[in-house]
Nanobody, 119 residues
Framework: VQLVESGGDLVQPGGSLRLSCAAS????????MGWYRQAPGKQRELVAT???????SYSDSVKGRFTISRDNAKNTVFLQMNSLKLEDTAAYLC??????????????WGQGTQVTVSS
């Protein structure tokens, strides 16, 4: 099982980016998916989550600016980020709670994609 993020880039304050994370491999079912971020010298922070049924939740710092969505048929989760701020700069990591074909249900992580907000 592998999670691969994409879409990170350098963007000016007020700009937008759309991150994607595709899960691949022998997967039976994906439960919740989410995005976390980690800036240098800071703890990993939960950004947004989405259940298999589409229920979403957001951290207060991104509520109203970011939107999480998923395509269950493609095992992919997205993060639309609008009105980006300097403090959104971080590595963004994808997380999936899934059941693989072999092995136990567990949480899997991607390697991360870098988002840099700078003028």
């Amino acid at each position: 099982v592998q999670l691969v993020e994409s879409g990170g880039d350098l963007v000016q304050p007020g700009g937008s980016l759309r991150l994607s994370c595709a899960a691949s491999g022998a997967i039976v079912y994906i439960y919740g998916m989410g995005w976390y971020r980690q800036a240098p010298g800071k703890q990993r922070e939960l950004v947004a989550t989405i259940t298999s049924g589409g229920s979403t939740s957001y951290s207060d710092s991104v509520k109203g600016r970011f939107t999480i969505s998923r395509d269950n048929a493609k095992n992919t989760v997205f993060l639309q980020m609008n009105s980006l701020k300097l403090e959104d700069t971080a590595a963004y990591l994808c997380n999936a709670d899934l059941r693989p074909l072999s092995g136990r249900r567990g949480r899997y992580w991607g390697q991360g994609t870098q988002v840099t907000v700078s003028s």
